[in-house]
Each structure stands twice: as C-alpha cells, then as structure tokens.
C-alpha cells in the first residue's frame, strides 16, 4: 500500500524560510514523478512544484525564484524548500505522486496522495 507521509510545516513569519519533507513507501520511488500542492481555504488545490524521475523541475509562477523541490532516490523522499515566505503562501501543502508528469500539473484522483502538513504565514 502506497503511503506519502509530509513533516514540516508550521508557523512562520513573512519572510521566513520552511523545508517540507515526504516520505514515500510502498511504491517504486525512483520511478515515479512527484510534486506538492497547496490547497488554501476556498481555493482549488493547486501545484506548486513538481520533479520527474530524471530531476525535471517545474513551478508555479507564485513560486518560482522562492521554492525549491528535489528529490533524493536513496531515501525515497522528495523536498520543497520554500523561502521569503509570504501570508498568501498560508495552505495545507500535500505530496503527490504519478506516472505521469504531465498529470501533476493537475490535482486527480489518479495521484497518490499525502494527508498534507499545515504551512502558516504570519504577516
């Protein structure tokens, strides 16, 4: 059974660094492509970030220059390094994972799933 678990996230202030880790089991990490996504109240959850199985990388224009995703294959985790932190980056940030990297643009069902780890902003 495929699970994703994410640690990290927490209070923060504006300006404010945060690193979130998922840790990934039951399925064959390297060959699967992974991202984050956030998901704010009354927003749709969206991708943030996401890296293919061969370091690929893509972002989210609201991200790009201050996040960071890797992955490490030795451990089957993947990271997303997140700086200047602003209040609207405030969300619930979830792994995914997918055979298809051009799938994770989106959120689907088809992904598996983490249960999310809470990011705070404060301004």
């Known amino acids: 059974q495929v699970q994703l678990v994410e640690s990290g996230g927490r209070l923060v202030q504006a300006g404010g660094s945060l690193r979130l880790s998922c840790a990934a089991s039951g399925l064959p990490f390297s060959s699967y492509h992974m991202g984050w996504f956030r998901h704010a109240p009354g927003k749709e959850r969206e991708c943030v970030a996401r890296?293919?199985?061969?370091?690929?990388?893509d972002y989210a224009d609201s991200v790009k220059g201050r996040f960071t995703i890797s992955r490490d294959n030795a451990k089957d985790t993947v990271f997303l390094q997140m700086n200047f932190l602003k209040p609207d980056d405030t969300a619930v940030y979830l792994c995914a994972s997918s055979s298809s990297f051009f799938e994770l643009r989106s959120a689907s069902d088809s992904h598996y799933w983490g249960q999310g780890t809470q990011v705070t902003v404060s301004s």
């Open positions: 890296i293919s199985t061969g370091g690929i990388t």
